[in-house]
């Protein structure tokens, strides 16, 4: 099995940047691909980026150009830097993974985008 730990939510201003982490442990060697989600109140779940193992990337229309996913795969960690961020952003980001093995989830991490 695959167990994800996300970490860098919180609370920032619009226009402000942060950085999430997403550590990967356990069978890591079967993984893929991972990524991004998020969701927000009364709103679907939505991919925001996906990166694969030789790190080739995809976003959401709603974040290119903001957000740029990266992954240490040394590190076993998947990172999200998001750069301009809106309040429109602010929702519960849980990072993901994929391979041989199965789907697996992180338990996710809050950001806020408020003035």
């Known amino acids: 099995q695959v167990q994800l730990v996300e970490s860098g939510g919180g609370l920032v201003q619009p226009g402000g940047s942060l950085r999430l982490s997403c550590a990967a442990s356990?069978?890591?060697?079967?993984?893929?691909?991972m990524g991004w989600y998020r969701q927000a109140p009364g709103k679907q779940r939505e991919l925001v980026a996906g990166?694969?193992?030789?790190?080739?990337?995809n976003y959401a229309d709603s974040v290119k150009g903001r957000f740029t996913i990266s992954r240490d795969n040394a590190k076993n960690t998947v990172y999200l830097q998001m750069n301009g961020l809106k309040p429109e952003d602010t929702a519960v980001y849980l990072c993901?993974?994929?391979?041989?093995?199965?789907?697996?989830w992180g338990q996710g991490t809050q950001v806020t985008v408020s003035s």
């Open positions: 356990g069978t890591v060697f079967s993984i893929n691909a």
């Open positions: 993901s993974s994929s391979g041989y093995q199965g789907f697996y």
């Open positions: 990166i694969t193992r030789d790190g080739s990337a």
